[in-house]
């Protein structure tokens, strides 16, 4: 593939005892690649990240006999700056053991020591299980880390390319554990937990010995080697999905999007374009291939658009992969948006006020329900108390009293009553009575209206009174 440009591999070696300790990536800038070998040398697993977002597993992992691929695993396993992940391969090939101090999701590939035979999940440790810790208890991890206490950041030039690490002072002990946290003898990882007790995990037969004292068993296992890990410090692209060209035509996505469809983009800054013009919405997030082919994960669009044939047409273009890092099957890019009108300015308006029109016939319309989606839509606060007392269970109105002061967890966007009223009394969001009811009250944000309705609700099933009535008089129709 012809490149615009060569990048230098920065390759970060710190040999300290005889071991090969993890170095990492320049942060924002690159995307975790590693390479990390068998205690007897034969095998390597070559770790292969797509992104480089914390806790991110979205990637690819090969493992090789000398030269030779044995098999892959579709994800990666990310090896950080800062102590707190490690990768081990069996002797054999067949076993690979990961551990992360910290779990991101509740599945069991986040778990903080995960162990795959032959390329599949064969199970997996939080670090209460692993450690013999509580996630209560301070200092409760699976791998030792000192990082932050032993580093001298301004002499190791902490976030730059020509980064080295320089150690401060420290006992032998802290040495020791900074630099061999995780040592393998024979097939058998030893581990040092943050709480500085011994986990024993055999590979051979995957059997697992905790909580051993470490004064015990450190003479024992001070010269055992760390697994040698080299990691390549790949560059990320900076480019966004719109500013990759076609190979043949030169041009942008959104400009191949724009002769496709006879429309004309609307500049991000134009903010009058959408009182002014009906526009159509794209947005999209996907993997550039160092091919040059948009691997699509996600494609929202308005109706305007067949989707069918967007996917086709999008999948049909090869791009220039230039700034793609040839170590780099693919790089995943987050988001992409743009919006549309027509070319004509006339028809754009006249687009623009048919939608208005529509949308308040709508709106209207919908007012005068009753049921939305097949759910009741109250007509006002006390009443939205009596539907919610007919869809709780006892036991979740006594747990959410409990959150009266926490607001975060009962109208997050993640989860809680507020979210599930935004979702299923859809109307507040898109027309209702019940959003009539608030606006009327000069409360349009569905957000603050789901927070209102939760926070008075948390009021009456503590049996303060006239809740509903009380609220109104402060919040009277404008």
Known sequence: ??????????????????????????????????????????YKIKSIAFDNTPGNIDGVSYVYDGDQLMYQIPRSFDMLLDNSTRIVLSNDGKIVVYYHNKKYRPEKEFDNVVVYKEGL?????????????????NDCTVL???????????????????????????????EWLHNKMLVIKDNIIYTVSGQKKISVFHTDDLVLEKNVDFEKLYPFIKDFPSPKTVILNVPKTRMTIDQFTEKKSGETLNRLLEKRYNLKSVSKNDKNAAKEFQLYNISM?????????????????????????????????????????????????????????????????????????????????????????GFFIPRSLEESFLQLDKIMPEKERKILVSLENQPDKYNSDTGGLGIWIRTNWGGIIDGSRLQ????????????????IIVAQYIKYLKNESQVARNWERTHPRI
């Open 1 to 42: 593939m012809k490149r615009a440009f060569n990048y230098k591999y920065i390759v970060l070696m710190l040999l300290l005892l005889g071991t090969s300790i993890a170095t990492a990536q320049d942060g924002l800038n690159s995307i975790p690649v590693s390479e990390t070998f068998s205690e007897n040398g034969s």
């Open 285 to 373: 997030s996907g993997y550039m291939t160092r091919f040059g082919f948009l691997e699509l994960t996600s494609l929202n669009i308005d109706a305007k658009f067949n989707k069918e044939d967007l996917v086709k047409y999008i999948d049909d273009i090869n791009f220039d992969p230039a700034t793609i890092d040839n170590v780099l099957p693919k790089q995943y890019f987050n988001y992409y948006a743009m919006s549309y009108r027509n070319s004509n300015d006339n028809v754009a308006r006249d687009e623009k006020i048919a939608y208005d029109k529509a949308l308040k016939q709508e709106r209207i319309r919908r007012e005068r329900l009753d049921t939305i989606n």
């Open 144 to 174: 030792y880390n000192n990082y932050d206490a032993v580093i001298d950041y301004k002499r190791s030039d902490y976030g730059k390319a020509d980064y080295k690490k320089v150690l401060r002072s420290m006992d032998e002990d802290e």
């Open 436 to 451: 009539t009811y608030f606006n009327e009250r000069n409360l349009f944000d569905p957000k603050k209206i789901s927070a």
């Open 121 to 137: 999940l064969f199970g997996s440790f939080t670090t209460e299980q692993y450690a013999a810790c509580s996630s209560k208890e």
